[in-house]
């Protein structure tokens, strides 16, 4: 039934069309057999009226069905079944009243489970179909945005090889460190680029990012506020928007806290007026006025920031009185 085009069934849209198309086919099937009345021997006195009824379901659904069965059944008692002209109800008239309902009901019954059967299949072929070049698209962006993150890798491994040069003691730290990034990337590609992430929301999507960069960054408890607007990013710029406020965070993980008692940090992500969207990433840290031991890290983590940053055609500002405030503007499409 899945080939079947779906003008086969149910093609009269509409209650009043629908129990207007049942009304004329009765009358179809009452002319027909009254004008052939002559011709039929006796007992037929449904004949022409079983088809007007499967034709009505068919073309307008079970309400019009049931409606031409009706018009039918009494047309059929009063006009063809002896004694005519008289709606009286025996045995023998009884026994054939019957037969005819459950045959109506059954031919009603079945076509409208088939036609509901065949909007089902229809309904889960587009969502197939759906989910397919839902699929493909996400195929082709994780192509891109897999090389696009290697890229950075390597980027980022070269710098930390430059500061290895310079300083060889750092080489062990600069690998964990390394390390931490390229895990946490691998959890947020696995986390965007799962079918069921469809659902979740950019706030869930944003949240679940902030928990993870917590987890694998964070050296003491820190707590996180988040607030999201509820906006909606297509998959490459949400990824890019994720790994911007994760490398944002490890910074203020890794450099903002140490021995800092109500450690905080607030993601914020607000649209404007003008279709604009501002993420606000700020910590109550130690701020960039007094800079830790080992902080040449944090001028690789501003580079990486700054290339995301590009990456979203964006605008950055930073403000380190009193903590950390990040601000990047960027467009929504």
């Avoid at 052939?36 to 659904?61: C, E, H, Q, W, Y």
């Avoid at 003008?274 to 990433?281: D, E, F, S």
Wanted: proline content about 5%; some cysteine.
């Amino acid at each position: 039934m899945t080939g079947l085009p779906r003008t086969l069934f149910m093609p009269i849209r509409g209650r009043l069309a629908g129990y207007g198309v049942a009304i004329a086919l009765f009358l179809l099937g009452f002319g027909v057999r009254y004008a052939f009345d002559p011709m039929f021997p006796p007992g037929f006195p449904f004949l022409t009226f079983f088809p007007v009824v499967i034709l009505s379901t068919f073309l307008a659904g079970r309400g019009p069905g049931v409606l031409c069965g009706v018009l039918s059944g009494f047309a059929a008692l009063y006009f063809f079944i002896p004694p005519k002209h008289t709606f009286l109800i025996d045995g023998q008239r009884a026994t054939a009243m019957g037969f005819y309902a459950f045959v109506v009901v059954v031919d009603v019954l079945l076509i409208d489970g088939l036609m509901k059967r065949q909007r089902q299949l229809e309904e889960s072929e587009a969502r197939l179909a759906a989910m397919g070049d839902y699929q493909a698209l996400l195929f082709k962006e994780l192509q891109h945005r897999v090389a696009n993150n290697l890229a950075s890798v390597a980027s980022m491994l070269r710098l930390k090889r430059r500061q290895i040069e310079r300083d060889p003691s750092l080489a062990l730290e600069m690998i964990d460190r390394a390390d931490a990034r390229i895990e946490l990337m691998g959890r947020i590609h696995r986390q965007l680029y799962d079918p069921l992430a469809r659902e979740l929301s950019v706030r869930e999507q944003i949240e679940q990012v902030v928990l993870q960069t917590r987890e694998v960054t964070a050296r003491g408890p820190v707590s996180c506020d988040i607030r999201i607007a509820p906006i909606k990013l297509e998959t490459g710029r949400l990824m890019t928007l994720v790994l911007l406020i994760s490398e944002i965070l490890t910074n203020s993980f890794k450099h903002a806290f140490d021995g800092h008692e109500d450690a905080r940090v607030l993601v914020e992500l607000a649209d404007d007026a003008q279709g604009n969207l501002r993420l606000t990433v700020a910590d109550n840290g130690r701020g960039l006025g007094e800079a830790p031991v080992g902080a040449a890290a944090r001028g690789l983590g501003t580079a990486i920031i700054r290339g995301f940053v590009s990456q979203l055609n964006g605008r950055m500002t930073v403000d380190g009185d009193g903590g950390v405030t990040t601000v990047v503007t960027f467009s929504a499409g």
